[in-house]
């Protein structure tokens, strides 16, 4: 089992900043960032592995940064130039042997 509590989101303006941060209770490998806008699909915008390999959605490719720091067992995600329509909860993610885990999701609110 692998807990995962995220934090770090809340109402930002458009072109503004956020950093998003999941603690997770164990190391795991392959980690990851979702999100779900109101009325849509969840969907897989970034990812990362143990080995700090790393992919996204090109929605957020040049915006968003992934990474993590395995000393800490903790992964972050820098968005910036963010716009209305990034508005969505954003979700940390890990898979481990085919099992999924899931944190709480925060809220991120892109708005003037």
């Known amino acids: 089992q692998v807990r995962l509590v995220e934090s770090g989101g809340g109402l930002v ?3 503004g900043s956020l950093r998003l941060s999941c ?5 795991i490998n392959a980690m990851g960032w979702y999100r779900q806008a ?5 969907e897989l915008i970034a990812a ?4 700090g390999n790393t992919n996204y959605d090109n929605s957020v490719k040049g915006r968003f940064t992934i990474s993590r720091d395995n000393s800490k067992n903790m992964v972050y995600l820098q968005m910036n130039s963010l716009k ?4 969505a909860v954003y979700y940390c993610a890990a898979e481990e042997y085919g099992a999924e885990y ?3 999701g ?3 609110t892109v708005s003037s």
Request: glycine share 18%.
């Open 38 to 42: 109101p009325g849509k699909q969840r």
């Open 13 to 15: 303006q458009p072109g």
């Open 84 to 87: 209305p329509e990034d508005t």
């Open 48 to 51: 990362i592995t143990g080995g």
């Open 23 to 27: 603690a997770a209770s164990r190391n």
């Open 106 to 108: 925060t809220q991120v």
């Open 102 to 104: 899931w944190g709480q």
